[in-house]
């Protein structure tokens, strides 16, 4: 079973910018998504990024409105490693953030789509920004 660990959280001023990690225990899979979630206090988690694979040279990203412009998700393949980079963070980013697998995924041409809601979760990594 896939393991995912988070990494690069931390205590920022607004303004400020962080890449998060999520490192993959293994990942011989052809097709799936990994994402990135976050969970503020007293607030419900929410998708913040998303990046499906589909074969060796097809790849797709997709954000949550509330974080385009200012979040990019880039995956390494050779390390395993999802990225998160954050810039000109604000106080409404402070949230647990997890990385998350699914491998329910299929495309319609150059378009992913998820099957299902089975993600695999790390334990997150948390972001703090003031004010």
């Known amino acids: 079973q896939v393991q995912l660990v988070e990494s690069g959280g931390g205590s920022v001023q607004a303004g400020g910018s962080l890449r998060l990690s999520c490192a993959s225990s293994g990942r011989p899979y052809n097709t799936y998504c990994m994402a990135w979630f976050r969970q503020a206090p007293g607030k419900e988690r929410e998708g913040v990024a998303e990046?499906?694979?589909?074969?060796?040279?097809?790849?797709?990203?997709n954000y949550a409105d509330s974080v385009k412009g200012r979040f990019t998700i880039s995956q390494d393949n050779a390390n395993n490693t999802l990225f998160l980079q954050i810039k000109n963070l604000n106080p409404e980013d402070t949230a647990m953030y997890c990385c998350a697998l699914i491998l329910d995924v299929t495309w319609v041409g150059s378009s992913p789509y998820l099957l299902s809601r089975a993600w695999t979760w790390g334990q997150g990594t948390e972001v703090s920004v003031s004010s």
């Open positions: 990046y499906f694979t589909g074969g060796s040279s097809t790849y797709y990203a």
